[in-house]
């Protein structure tokens, strides 16, 4: 089966670096050959991914270990993140950028937090499904 908690921690990971980088090192990206990591649509590439790979993995997870805790950790992460792309007018340059950029690095921890829950609980699952022959 298609381990979706790496592939999602692989994912937050990157979109927390985006975040921060974006954030410390605004001006610098183009003359890094970074300059695409300031255009939105990137961003909006990075939260949908989070998204469905998330969603995926909260489903794929539950079936398994049962538990609604990484699930929180999950909609918690990606409700700051949305917040602060929405309210905190992120993508319009606005008063609140800053902290914007550091409410979605810390979304992203919790997206990461909660793929490495997950994925722990998934492992650990002493169920009779995880311990069926199909599960192996």
Known sequence: ALDLDRIGTFASSLCAVHCFLVAVAFGLLPVMGL?????????????VSAALIGTLAVFQGYRKHGSLKPASWFILGLSIILFSHTYMHHFHGGS???????????G?????????????????????????????
């Open 108 to 136: 992203g921890i919790f997206l990461v937090y909660y793929h490495f829950l997950n994925r722990r609980l998934t492992k650990n699952c002493d169920c009779a499904v995880c311990n069926s022959s199909d599960a192996n």
């Open 35 to 47: 300059g695409f990591m300031k255009d939105e649509r990137v961003d909006l590439i990075f939260i």
């Open 96 to 106: 609140m950028e800053s902290l914007s950029h550091g409410f979605s690095v810390v």
